[in-house]
């Protein structure tokens, strides 16, 4: 469920921001393939995740009290990295150019998806960051999917996944009860 929230959020943002609307052009996710980019029609930003793999981003364990004061913990989540690369459909390479200058310059400056565009909340942030792809990777994706190459960029995002359920926390430890017998008279040693 976390990646397709992750994929709408991306998308509300390439809609607002860009601005990129319904009556103006498309948000894709499919594979760009040449079929696919021959039935376009309209200018389309298309961000295929072409990678889904284990991030080393940091994600601390979680507290929280439930709705009835019981108070939880869950342990840290593991950390999913979602690759998408980022490319512009439109009539023309120049048009296709512009319209990924602006998608970029909405990415480049950010760190996290700003959570008012992803649809529930997630157990984390979604963590954004460009990336420099490797050009014989990029060719291969191009190659793969059937089509020729195209600009684009690589696009990171980092978002835990919902792994672990919620538990109780043990009960504070507030005393101790008992006693201890008391230590006694310690021995006298002599040296003779």
Do not use: C
């Not at 029609?41 to 940091?58: G, K, Q, W």
């Not at 593991?78 to 048009?95: E, K």
């Not at 507030?174 to 040693?189: D, K």
């Amino acid at each position: 469920m976390f990646i397709r929230i992750v994929d709408e959020g991306l998308e509300r943002l390439v809609r607002a921001e860009v601005p990129l609307s319904d009556d103006v052009g498309d948000v894709s996710f499919d594979v760009p393939t040449t079929t696919w980019s021959a039935a376009l029609s309209r200018p389309t930003v298309n961000l295929f995740l072409y990678d889904v793999a284990r991030s080393d981003h940091p994600n601390p364990p979680m507290r929280r009290v439930d709705e009835n004061g019981t108070r939880q913990r869950r342990a840290p989540q593991p950390m999913v990295q979602l690759s998408y690369l980022i490319s512009a459909w439109a009539g023309s390479p120049r048009d296709e150019h512009q319209l990924l200058g602006e998608v970029i310059s909405r990415f480049a400056g950010r760190d996290i998806l700003p959570p008012d565009y992803l649809s529930r909340p997630l157990s984390s942030s979604v963590f954004l960051a460009l990336v420099d792809e490797d050009l014989d990777r990029t060719r291969s994706i191009w190659s793969g999917a059937g089509g020729t190459l195209k600009a684009a960029f690589a696009l990171q995002a980092a978002v835990a996944a919902d792994t672990f359920g919620w538990v109780p926390e043990p009960p504070l430890v507030t005393g101790i009860e008992g006693s201890a017998p008391r230590p006694g008279p310690r021995p006298t040693t002599t040296q003779g």
